[in-house]
């Protein structure tokens, strides 16, 4: 798989979709399997609040690497009328289509970085990253490929 993945989001099956390419995302970038099912469950969520509130959207997953960590990114944006009330929208319980209310709240729980932009002119932007420490083996078999 590519370290870049694309998914648009315009039905439930393309969550489907989504969920299967960051759970393998992250397995490939070594993330427990524990950890791979919180991913693939934040990026159900973003894409839920596409799918719901706007109907069409993407979602990129990138792998990110660093000296001492892994990540996976994950962008959901849209173009979308945005949306007015951030804070109230990243408090557990505000449901702005009678949903639970848990979508935002929970993938940014589920994730260690987690960042939102949202405004009528250009639609909503998630961003969130997940990290995962680099062993001292993976640190060393760096090492010697950049002395190589």
Known sequence: MSEKVRVSIESDGDLIKARAAARELALQLGFSRT????????????????????????????????????????????????????????????????GLGLGLPGARRLMDEFHLESDADRGTKVAMTKWRVRDELERLRARRRLRS
């Open 35 to 98: 950890d791979a099912t919180l991913i693939a469950t934040a990026v159900s969520e973003v894409g839920r609040n596409i799918v719901v509130h706007v109907g069409k959207g993407e979602l990129t997953m990138r792998s990110l690497h660093e000296s001492s960590r892994y990540g996976l990114e994950v962008v959901a944006e849209d173009r979308g009328v945005g949306i007015r009330d951030i804070q109230a929208a990243l408090d557990e319980g505000y449901a702005g289509r009678g």
